[in-house]
């Protein structure tokens, strides 16, 4: 498994923007398909954006497709979530998430075998 740190989350007012990003551990993050989830408060964990491991493809939840950009830097280890014109519904803790090495990207949390703590991210005025 690859241990995953997710940092760059914080409040915002409607309308702005923040990049998280999630870092990995080991040399082989390459390998992994990645997703972004995200669980509000009173509500079930969520989907909201995958890349397969070459960065070459991408998948997004309605809810944020374009305003939301997912990234990756094999060389840096490093997943990124670019969000853009952020909502109120969009405050929750937002969590990285790795697949087992090799299988492609999927939408469902339950297939994701790694994940990291979390950050907050709070929309609001």
């Known amino acids: 498994q690859v241990q995953l740190v997710e940092s760059g989350g914080g409040l915002v007012q409607p309308g702005g923007s923040l990049r998280l990003s999630c870092a990995a551990s080991?040399?082989?993050?390459?390998?992994?398909?990645m997703g972004w989830f995200r669980q509000a408060p009173g509500k079930e964990r969520e989907f909201v954006a995958t890349i397969s491991s070459n960065g070459g493809s991408t998948d997004y939840a309605d809810s944020v497709k374009g305003r939301f950009t997912m990234s990756r830097d094999n060389a840096k280890n490093t997943l990124y979530l670019q969000m853009n014109s952020l909502r109120p519904e969009d405050t929750a803790v937002y969590y990285c998430?790795?697949?087992?090495?090799?299988?492609?990207?999927?939408?469902?949390?339950?297939?994701?075998?790694?994940w990291g703590r979390g950050t907050q991210v709070t929309v609001s005025s």
């Open positions: 080991g040399r082989t993050f390459g390998t992994y398909a």
């Open positions: 998430a790795a697949r087992s090495r090799y299988l492609r990207a999927s939408r469902y949390s339950s297939e994701h075998d790694s």
